[in-house]
C-alpha cells in the first residue's frame, strides 16, 4: 500500500499510470536485482526530475538502494550549486548555463564516477 500512496503522490496521471502497471510486473530492485515484495519498493527516476529528468523514466528500487541513489544525487546537486552549473535551484525551477543536455550528461558523469569512488569516497 505504500508505494500506492508514493504512485498517488505523482502529478501526472500518465506516470502513475505507467507505474500502476509496472509495479505488476516487476517485484524485483532495478539495482541490485534482488526480489521484494512490491510494497517495499519505491520509485526512483534515473535522472532527478528537478534538475530536468523525465518524469515519466523511472524505477522500482529496494530502500537500501534508493538512499545510496538519494545520497549521490544530492551530492551531484550540491556539487551543482557550488560550482553555478544550477542557480536558484527549486523543486519547479532552476537556471544554469548548461543546455539540458549538457547538465544530464554531467550528471551521469559524475554519479557514476561517485558510484564506482572515484569521487567523494570516505574511504580514501
Do not use: W
Request: proline share 2%; aromatic share 10%.
Amino acid at each position: 500500500m505504500e508505494i500506492i500512496n508514493k504512485i498517488r503522490g505523482l502529478k501526472s496521471s500518465t506516470t502513475t499510470m505507467r507505474a500502476r502497471k509496472t509495479i505488476k510486473e516487476e517485484d524485483y530492485c532495478s539495482e541490485c536485482k534482488n526480489y521484494f515484495r512490491k510494497n517495499l519498493l519505491d520509485i526512483e527516476h534515473e535522472i532527478p526530475v528537478s534538475i530536468g529528468g523525465n518524469p515519466y523514466d523511472f524505477r522500482f528500487f529496494c530502500k537500501s538502494c534508493h538512499n545510496k541513489k538519494t545520497n549521490i544525487d544530492i551530492k551531484i546537486i550540491n556539487f551543482f550549486k557550488k560550482t553555478n552549473l544550477l542557480i536558484k535551484h527549486n523543486s519547479e525551477s532552476f537556471e544554469t548555463p548548461l543546455t539540458k543536455e549538457e547538465l544530464i550528461q554531467t550528471y551521469k558523469i559524475l554519479f557514476l564516477l561517485i558510484k564506482k569512488g572515484e569521487l567523494y569516497n570516505e574511504d580514501k
